[in-house]
T-cell receptor
Framework: AQSVTQLDSQVPVFEEAPVELRCNYS??????LFWYVQYPNQGLQLLLK??????LVKGINGFEAEFNKSQTSFHLRKPSVHISDTAEYFC??????????????FGSGTQLTVLP | DGGITQSPKYLFRKEGQNVTLSCEQN?????MYWYRQDPGQGLRLIYY???????QKGDIAEGYSVSREKKESFPLTVTSAQKNPTAFYLC?????????????FGPGTRLTVL
């Protein structure tokens, strides 16, 4: 079984400041890792994903994440946030053995609020 | 444009009533999923389907039912047996063949039980 822990439920940050949203996972097998963003009353949109290769992954809207296998982490970062980045962010994991359906296990989410 | 549609966006029901949430995709995806979202709990898997006429229970299937008669459609019925149905419901799909397993999400349906 796998699990995902998002360590911060709420992250307030001022506009143009850097931000890091933390994600740790637990799995006994190799995994794929994802970050999704959700704006109020909307579905989820993929920000970025790690499948293999370079541990630094760049995504949309200036976000990036780094896969750290030894620490089982996949933290999301942005060097300078905008008001429009205010949203809820979900980390998700899928293991390589779950078959063609490839179920995702989600963290509980981090609400990022960018303050003017 | 390809995508996933869910209807209605907002749904109100009285206690004891069954209600069906619609999910349609035109992405030609084999796999479809239903999630429930509650504040502070992330997304929890209700049911998923890998192919037409086949589906499996997820982590919280009790009080829900689904059907998959067509590739494009995966409706979810919330029955009166679901004790706490008020939540935001999200439908998703993926090709079922890609190794990257990216799931695409619909805009969601907010169900409120009065």
């Amino acid at each position: 079984a796998q699990s995902v822990t998002q360590l911060d439920s709420q992250v307030p940050v001022f506009e143009e400041a850097p931000v890091e949203l933390r994600c740790n996972y637990s799995s006994s097998v190799s995994v794929y890792l994802f970050w999704y963003v959700q704006y109020p009353n909307q579905g989820l949109q993929l920000l970025l994903k790690y499948l293999s290769g370079s541990t630094l992954v760049k995504g949309i809207n200036g976000f990036e994440a780094e896969f750290n296998k030894s620490q089982t982490s996949f933290h999301l970062r942005k060097p300078s946030v905008h008001i429009s980045d205010t949203a809820e962010y979900f980390c998700a994991v899928s293991d390589l053995t779950s078959g063609s359906a490839r179920q995702l296990t989600f963290g509980s989410g981090t609400q990022l609020t960018v303050l003017p | 444009d390809g995508g996933i549609t869910q209807s209605p966006k907002y749904l109100f029901r009285k206690e004891g009533q069954n209600v069906t949430l619609s999910c349609e995709q035109n992405l030609n995806h084999d796999a479809m999923y239903w999630y429930r979202q509650d504040p502070g709990q992330g997304l929890r898997l209700i049911y998923y389907s890998q192919i037409v006429n086949d589906f499996q229970k997820g982590d919280i299937a009790e009080g829900y039912s689904v059907s998959r008669e067509k590739k494009e459609s995966f409706p979810l019925t919330v029955t009166s047996a679901q004790k706490n149905p008020t939540a935001f419901y999200l439908c998703a799909s993926n090709s079922g063949r890609d190794v990257n397993n990216e799931q695409f999400f619909g805009p969601g349906t907010r169900l409120t039980v009065l």
